[in-house]
């Protein structure tokens, strides 16, 4: 199959991406399917958008403008978007013990997730704070992301995820994402929750956040985890950083990475690489043995990015699971 055939243009809904096959996806009656089990990051986090770009800042300034603070992380970011498609949707992560607990478990209880939270008693909860500057023209501006190093998520354990187990065996897929790498203890966990799942015959679906987490962990310690799972999310520079090969300039370069994808990676995953101008247009779909299938996202520029990424990444794993 040609590459582009049955993927439409870059307008296409991110709500209603093709099939892998090329035909058309059965819509059905809107009813949610599927069970999703959410094992990530949740904290409190504040949000602000500047009116002036950071390059301008030279010295102390007092800015006025959008801020806010919210229940986030990568667990219930997603959650977030899942429980609209997703009949059961449970978030496993672990928490601190101070003010900001009972208004986690209350956020979980408002989107209509289960919580499965593990509570750290005594620790505070990881706080994050997130700054996006004024565009400079096009474009989004830039994004400063600072997050506390010691949250509780980089403690969850082996223990605490095999006392989850049989939900995860109950679950149709199991999301895990990078960040859970970063820490010895939470990327045991992560692991073991990974073996549970494939034993069961529950899906795993691997996000691989953060961006650069190329930088922050050795492949050694991602490829296996990569291997381990059915789909696999990513941007195409980051996967091409990772496996020591250069950051695709465009289209065919990046076709060119879903193929070296297959001798450089064990198991069988179905890669979905996001690339384009912001890295949220276009989607390169792979699978070994099988034809590449590229769509577009439906992002345009000026879009809202905040949330993209979860809603189209939610829309992908219900569009495979129907697949199947």
């Known amino acids: 199959m040609d590459a582009e055939a049955g993927t439409g243009g870059a307008g296409r809904s991110p709500a209603r991406p093709p099939r892998l096959d090329g035909t058309p996806r059965l819509d059905g009656t809107g009813r949610r399917r599927f069970s999703l089990f959410v094992i990530g990051d949740v904290r409190i986090e504040v949000r602000a958008a500047l009116d002036v770009r950071f390059a301008e800042l030279t010295a102390d300034r007092l800015c006025y403008g959008p801020a806010r603070a919210l229940v986030a992380g990568t667990a219930v970011n997603l959650a977030r978007c899942a429980v609209a498609r997703f009949r059961r949707v449970s978030v496993l992560a672990k928490v601190g013990d101070d003010e900001f607990t009972p ?26 704070v997130m700054v996006r500057d004024r565009p400079d023209g096009g474009g989004p501006g830039v994004r400063l992301l600072v997050a506390e190093q010691d949250a509780p998520g980089r403690r969850l354990t082996e223990s605490e995820v095999r006392s989850a187990a049989g939900a995860i065996r109950r679950a149709d897929v199991l999301f895990l994402d990078g960040y859970s790498l970063l820490s010895p203890v939470s990327r045991a966990a992560l692991v073991a929750a990974a073996g549970a799942a494939r034993a069961a015959g529950t899906a795993v679906a691997f996000d691989l956040v953060p961006h650069d987490i190329d930088a922050r962990v ?60 912001t890295l949220l247009e276009r989607v390169l779909a792979h699978q070994r043995e099988g034809p590449l299938m590229e769509y577009g996202t439906g992002y345009r520029d000026g879009d809202a990015r905040a949330g993209f990424g979860d809603h189209l990444a939610v829309c992908e794993l219900y569009w495979w699971l129907s697949s199947r």
């Open 103 to 128: 208004v986690i478990r209350r956020e979980l209880r408002r989107i209509g997730a289960r919580d499965r939270l593990r509570v750290e008693p005594g620790a505070p909860n990881g706080v994050t």
């Open 218 to 277: 050795p492949a050694a310690d991602v490829l296996p985890v990569l291997s381990a799972a059915d789909v696999v999310f990513a941007e195409a520079p980051t996967l091409a950083r990772l496996l020591g090969r250069a950051v695709p300039a465009g289209a065919d370069e990046v076709r060119a990475l879903a193929r070296a994808l297959d001798g450089a990676v064990q198991g069988r995953p179905l890669w979905l690489l996001r690339y384009g101008p």
